[in-house]
């Protein structure tokens, strides 16, 4: 047991989700009423360590907070210390700016850093542990779903919740229109959110990158629905997935290879297709950031009240280097050195796919 701690760093990394506030507010008020530990909040992820933006965190700031989306914190998906890009004339360069950070939590005397994030800030986290021995808990946040040491994390069922709603209304204007309705949704490179909202939403097709898809299966299903009397369909497309000949559409192509790589655009590549193919008025909904935005639903706010208070307790416990995560359905931890890299994938022959093709579903293949 560790019983020296006094100060505790915060920040929230990477893209949003719902549920961040929750997880803070868990942490400042456990870490507070049960230690009476100071805590200081960094802006912006990393940014607020190397510009030393912060703010003392107190059980009366996250009043409020629990059914609040964002982070109050701010945030950035951008941040690597290690690998800082500035500008240095018409060019960028890239420079090290960990020992900076490092000098920050020094001088404010932080006993641990609790850091909320995904993939690319648990790396960056380890980075800082490896190399100037940071005392690092993390706190795993995604929408996708897709980091593979923890069966579950907050932000992806509200972005499920959200991409169902939005399916239920595309349903009645498909139906009216005699159209084909395709709406793209997030994920990166896993499906979990087309899965999940595409089964809950009752879309006739559901394509995801685990599962590279055949236009002319896909036609082959509006055709079938036709040939039966409904004359409109709806197709739930991830951001990822890709043609079995083809490859993922990224919104600028030049950034193809590249970490900063944006998904997007998928969704209008196989309307022109279904349109050209069946001869069907098709139209597109890209989601986007509305998946990220908004209050949490309440499993979310569950989950992250449940993982903050965790959070707490590895530093309490001084299990530095360990991610709380969620097995079995309870709360547990991991070493980040084991939750990083890796993705949690949809299974193609796994039973919620399965049951979706008992249903008529088309996977594109
Ligand atoms: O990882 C979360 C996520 O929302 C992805 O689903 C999406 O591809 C990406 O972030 C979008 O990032 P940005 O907010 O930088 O556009």
């Known amino acids: 047991?560790?019983?020296?701690?006094?100060?505790?760093?915060?920040?929230?990394?990477?893209?949003?989700?719902?549920?961040?506030?929750?997880?803070?507010?868990?942490?400042?008020?456990?870490?507070?009423?049960?230690?009476?530990?100071?805590?200081?909040?960094f802006l912006d992820g990393f940014e607020g360590l190397m510009d030393e933006r912060y703010i003392n965190l107190t059980p009366q700031s996250v009043?409020?907070?629990?059914?609040?989306?964002?982070?109050?914190?701010?945030?950035?998906?951008?941040?690597?210390?290690?690998?800082?890009?500035?500008?240095?004339?018409?060019?960028?360069?890239?420079?090290?700016?960990?020992?900076?950070?490092?000098?920050?939590?020094?001088?404010?005397?932080?006993?641990?850093?609790?850091?909320?994030?995904?993939?690319?800030?648990?790396?960056?986290?380890?980075l800082f542990m490896d190399k100037y021995g940071v005392k690092v808990v993390g706190v795993p946040k995604t929408i996708d779903n897709d980091l593979k040491a923890t069966e579950v994390t907050f932000g992806f069922a509200t972005a499920v919740v959200t991409a169902t709603e939005a399916l239920d209304k595309l349903h009645t204007t498909a139906a009216s229109h005699h159209r084909v309705m395709i709406m793209e949704v997030m994920g990166r490179y896993v499906g979990w959110i087309a899965l999940e909202s595409g089964i809950a939403g009752g879309a006739d097709v559901i394509l995801l990158p685990e599962i590279p898809y055949d236009i002319e299966k896909i036609c082959d299903k509006i055709h079938s629905r036709r040939s039966r009397g409904s004359n409109f369909a709806i197709v739930v497309v991830a951001e990822g997935a890709y043609s079995k000949d083809g490859e993922i559409t990224l919104l600028n192509p030049e950034e193809k290879g590249t970490i900063h790589a944006k998904l997007g655009g998928?969704?209008?590549?196989?309307?022109?297709?279904?349109?050209?193919?069946?001869?069907?008025?098709?139209?597109?909904?890209?989601?986007?950031?509305?998946?990220?935005?908004?209050?949490?639903?309440?499993?979310?706010?569950?989950?992250?009240?449940?993982?903050?208070?965790?959070?707490?307790?590895?530093?309490?416990?001084?299990?530095?280097?360990?991610?709380?995560?969620?097995?079995?359905?309870?709360?547990?931890?991991i070493p980040i050195a084991d939750a990083i890299g890796g993705f949690k994938a949809v299974d193609p022959q796994g039973e919620a796919v399965k049951t979706a093709e008992a249903l008529g579903v088309s996977f594109g293949r």
Not at 13 to 18: A, F, I, R, S, V
């Open 266 to 333: 998928v969704g209008l590549r196989i309307a022109h297709e279904i349109e050209a193919r069946t001869g069907m008025e098709t139209r597109v909904t890209v989601l986007g950031h509305l998946q990220r935005g908004g209050t949490p639903c309440s499993f979310d706010r569950f989950v992250a009240t449940r993982f903050g208070k965790a959070a707490i307790d590895l530093v309490e416990q001084g299990k530095f280097g360990h991610m709380v995560c969620y097995r079995g359905g309870k709360i547990d931890s």
């Open 1 to 41: 047991m560790t019983t020296s701690i006094k100060t505790i760093g915060l920040l929230t990394g990477g893209g949003d989700c719902p549920g961040l506030n929750a997880v803070i507010r868990a942490v400042v008020l456990s870490g507070s009423y049960e230690h009476g530990w100071v805590m200081v909040g």
């Open 63 to 126: 009043r409020g907070i629990l059914p609040q989306g964002g982070t109050i914190l701010g945030t950035s998906n951008r941040g690597n210390p290690f690998e800082w890009r500035v500008k240095d004339g018409n060019d960028w360069k890239i420079v090290d700016r960990s020992e900076k950070v490092y000098q920050t939590m020094k001088g404010l005397g932080l006993d641990a850093l609790i850091v909320i994030g995904g993939d690319g800030t648990m790396t960056v986290s380890k």
